[in-house]
């Protein structure tokens, strides 16, 4: 008696990693991002594992989240996320004038350098964590 062997079909390609927190697409909708807020010269930002976003109600953050620190506890927070192109970047040359903002080299594409996420209407979600 002869048995057929079960026909195997091509299933989809399935990734183990999750899907991006912070992308184009999910601008305009609510999130809940998990990172450690930063003080910068520009602002505060929240770092993550794999994402970098600009809080836009910076007097979210007292000056006891960060203590001493330019960098704060792991915190979650809720918010809209949105985009905007308001890094200030310049490719510098060698003129004598003085130019304020985030040099970059030449070559650069100053639109996408100047690209940013934005947390708007943020939360923290657990101080605590």
């Given amino acids: 008696m002869k048995t057929e062997s079960p026909v195997q079909t091509e299933s989809p390609v399935q990734s183990d990693s999750p899907p991006p927190v912070v992308s184009k697409e999910l601008v305009g909708t609510v999130v809940v991002l998990k ?3 930063q003080r910068r010269k ?3 930002t929240i770092v993550g594992e794999g994402f970098e976003v600009w809080l836009v109600n910076e007097e979210l953050l007292s000056d006891e989240v960060f203590g001493d620190d330019a960098t704060g506890p792991f915190m979650s927070f809720s918010g809209t996320l949105d985009e905007d192109q308001g890094l200030p970047v310049f490719i510098p040359d060698d003129s004598d004038l003085a130019v304020q903002g985030i040099p970059v080299p030449a070559g650069t ?4 350098a100047s ?3 934005l947390l708007r209407d943020a939360t923290v979600v657990d101080p605590a964590e």
Avoid: A, S, V
């Fill in 35 to 37: 990172g450690q807020p």
């Fill in 115 to 117: 690209h940013r996420f």
């Fill in 109 to 112: 594409d100053l639109e996408k």
């Fill in 42 to 44: 520009g602002g505060i």
